[in-house]
């Protein structure tokens, strides 16, 4: 009978993609070194700025890791002790023992099968659910979805359900570095890119800011088609009322684009058979 060899699958194998960086890396230890900058320092403040740019977000504050950087996110959302945080359990223990390092408790909702992420319709039904109505859900304070493995969770849906309840959301994004880059590649390669029937479901701030750097980095390059039957003055909409967002995707839009207005009855199915 063949013998059975024994096969160690470790928990985490970083090597592939450290020996992509690895130059890039012991370059960056070299400078601190060099550098004797060992607290906070001109590295920090570069890659706070570098962080900011990459998410879109106003400004990034480095901390000792991503465990500490939740942990402070729920204090300084008023999390305490004796409250609950809906999270999932499919991610990095990080997320769910950062809850119980602010003195929570973690209440555990099912994911998504399509994204792996954070349902946010289970997580309605939870809170709707009355064995959940009970003592643990009164002190309900926050939803902490996660974007695992690179993968956004549906924010608009999740946070449609926080603000029906009156929870914070706070996002892990220890997983999703980046993830705004990934998706943008995918949107640059085609030589003709058609978005049909802009305006049909609202658009987030990650979304408005995929939209925005699509139109911007394909002009000249590439060509895009869009399609909406929402004129320019309704565009705010689209973008959940954000006239900075909306201005900001006008702006580009309307710079570079030629615009074809086409009246006349509509070949939908349902608008047909209403006729
Ligand atoms: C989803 C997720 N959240 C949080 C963390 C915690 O980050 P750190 O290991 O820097 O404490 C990780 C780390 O891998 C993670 O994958």
Redesign the pocket.
């Known amino acids: 009978m063949p013998q059975s060899v024994p096969l160690a699958v470790p928990l985490?194998d970083l090597r592939r993609q450290y020996d992509g960086i690895r130059e890039d890396v012991l370059a960056a230890i070299a400078r601190v070194c060099d550098s004797q900058s060992f607290i906070l320092g001109p590295e920090v403040e570069a890659l706070e700025s570098e962080i900011a740019a990459l998410t879109g977000a106003a400004c990034a504050v480095g901390c000792?890791?991503?465990?500490?950087?939740?942990w402070l996110a729920l204090v300084a959302a008023g999390v305490k002790p004796g409250d609950s945080v809906i999270t999932t359990a499919f991610?990095?223990?990080?997320?769910a023992s950062?809850i119980v390092r602010a003195g929570a408790t973690p209440v555990f909702v099912d994911v998504d099968p399509g994204t792996l992420n954070l349902d946010a319709v289970a997580v309605g039904r939870q809170l709707r659910d009355h064995q959940l109505r009970t003592k643990r859900l009164k002190n309900l304070r926050a939803i902490l979805p996660?974007?695992?493995y690179g993968r956004p969770a549906d924010m608009n849906a999740i946070r449609e359900v926080a603000a029906h309840h009156n929870l914070r959301v706070l996002e892990?994004?220890?997983?999703a570095h980046g993830a705004l880059k990934t998706q943008l590649k995918r949107y640059l390669s085609p030589a003709l890119l058609i978005l049909d029937e802009v305006g049909y479901l609202p658009i987030d701030q990650r979304g408005a800011d995929l939209l925005f750097q699509v139109i911007s980095q394909r002009y000249e390059r590439r060509s895009i088609v869009i399609t909406s039957n929402k004129t320019f003055k309704q565009w705010p909409s689209i973008f959940n009322g954000d006239s900075t967002i909306t201005s900001a995707v006008l702006d580009r839009l309307l710079h570079h684009a030629e615009t074809v207005i086409i009246e006349g009855s509509s070949y939908r199915m349902k608008d047909r058979i209403e006729t």
């Not at 000792?64 to 939740?70: I, P």
């Not at 991610?91 to 997320?95: C, L, N, V, Y």
């Open positions: 985490l000792a890791s991503g465990t500490e950087a939740l991610s990095f223990f990080a997320s950062a996660v974007h695992l892990d994004a220890a997983q």
